[in-house]
């Protein structure tokens, strides 16, 4: 079994930062992408950064040149930096992770529980 578990969140005035950590424990052998999503009140989950284990990192033009994905491949974390906060930054924040737990098994899909993040205006 596979756990993902996600800190750093809190409550922030706008312009302000904070660094939310990830991380993955248990029978894994490799994870390819981690990646974190959001979701606000009222509105779906989607997509904030990802980074595969090899190949360039994506973002949502929203976060783009604020937020920037790293990630820590011995640790099996990612960490999520994210400065110039403004209130529209306001969610719940997911870490999601594509793991092996074999050589030949094929990847499964893991989400975190979540951590809030409210930044006020």
């Known amino acids: 079994q596979v756990q993902v578990m996600e800190s750093g969140g809190g409550l922030v005035q706008a312009g302000g930062s904070l660094r939310l950590s990830c991380a993955a424990s248990?029978?894994?052998?490799?994870?390819?992408?981690m990646s974190w999503f959001r979701q606000a009140p009222g509105k779906q989950r989607d997509l904030v950064a990802s980074m595969p284990r090899f190949g360039p990192t994506t973002y949502a033009d929203s976060v783009k040149g604020r937020f920037t994905i790293s990630r820590d491949n011995a640790r099996n974390m990612v960490y999520l930096q994210m400065n110039s906060l403004k209130p529209e930054d306001t969610a719940v924040y997911y870490c999601n992770v594509w793991v092996t737990v074999s050589r030949s098994s094929i990847e499964s899909n893991y989400w975190g529980q979540g951590t809030q993040v409210t930044v006020s205006s």
């Open positions: 248990g029978s894994i052998f490799g994870i390819n992408r």
